[in-house]
């Protein structure tokens, strides 16, 4: 009874013991701290061995003390140690009698009933109350939930779920805000901020200076500080291209499994920043002229005279200007 009693105990407390660790060391909203700092694993077990060690030596203790007693005396805390036994086992039995209200076998003859069907007879004992306090929560649950959703007009599923689903994309975009590496060619926005352009510079420097020279102008690879581009400009394309490398056979690699998507960000904004910088040992164009559809226009002056309307656009991404003449 002893063993299983510390068999018990033990169990109990490398639950809470676990419980414990998890709680205070999983920052919030992060996976389990067991998952992510594995030697933990290792300070559990030994918190549970030093209590089984503990539960060992009281035993152990305990065993050597009731040998240390005289007969008599052994006799009598063995008597006691039965009747808290006997005790714990009253309780349970008249616990389990209350739940279920059952009649023993003895008192059967109080609750038979006349029926009678080839030798089988019928007993009528009560419902456990068990069941029956379950009964009555549930109307009492239904008459709550009647009142609140059909007499005071609260939120019914549908609303819970879109009220969900909106606190999840506000919870979605402010984790985004700090996750700069879930960001792809899909979503990636230009850098403008000084410390990206600083970081994208060096990344540059390291990385991309013996194919684009210092600077951007090129030599084994294209100039970036032009209008025209191989694979596309613009910020989504020139990410793309250092993601996922440049044409087959005589591009350059994909950068993806050495940098990190917000450094790729970064560098592929850096490099948007040399634009029309113009180095003086800068390589001839390649590639087609790059116009940027969604770019803003910066100013638009427009001039008519009798003959014809002249428009005149400046943005951000063509160095000479766009004339479209209507006549």
């Not at 709680?23 to 077990?45: K, R």
């Not at 975009?173 to 850098?191: M, S």
């Amino acid at each position: 009874m002893r063993s299983i009693a510390s068999l018990i105990r033990i169990l109990v407390f490398a639950g809470f013991a676990y419980l414990f660790l998890n709680y205070v060391g999983t920052p919030e909203d992060e996976a389990s701290v067991f998952t992510t700092q594995n030697w933990l694993w290792a300070i559990y077990a030994v918190l549970v061995f030093m209590y089984i060690a503990f539960e060992i030596c009281i035993e152990s203790l305990r065993a050597v003390l009731f040998k240390t007693l005289k007969p008599e005396a052994q006799a009598q805390y063995q008597a006691e140690v039965a009747a808290k036994k006997e005790q714990r086992t009253a309780w349970l039995k008249g616990l389990y009698a209350k739940l279920t209200r059952v009649k023993a076998i003895e008192e059967e003859d109080e609750i038979i009933l006349d029926h009678n069907y080839d030798g089988i007879k019928e007993l009528d004992n009560n419902l456990p109350p068990w069941w029956v306090y379950g009964f009555y929560a549930t109307i009492l649950f239904a008459a709550i939930y009647l009142i609140r959703f059909e007499v005071l007009g609260g939120d019914n599923q549908i609303d819970e779920y879109e009220q969900a689903v909106a606190q999840a994309k506000i919870e979605i975009e402010e984790y985004k805000k700090t996750a700069k590496d879930l960001v792809d060619e899909n979503t990636v926005e230009l850098l403008t901020d000084a410390s990206d352009i600083k970081a994208g510079e060096n990344i540059f420097s390291g990385n991309c200076v013996a194919c684009h020279k210092a600077g951007g102008g090129g030599g084994i690879g294209p100039n970036l500080t032009d209008d025209y581009w191989i694979l596309g400009g613009g910020i989504k394309n020139v990410f793309h291209t250092i993601s996922e490398g440049g044409r087959a056979g005589k591009g350059m690699i994909a950068w993806k499994t050495d940098l990190k998507p917000s450094e790729i960000a970064q560098v592929a904004s850096y490099v948007l920043s040399l634009h029309g910088t113009n180095p003086s040992d800068a390589k001839e164009p390649q590639g087609d002229l790059w116009v940027d559809e969604n770019a803003p226009i910066e100013e638009a002056q427009v001039t008519q005279d009798s003959t014809q309307i002249e428009v005149l656009l400046e943005t951000e991404t063509v160095t000479g200007d766009i004339i479209q003449t209507k006549e």
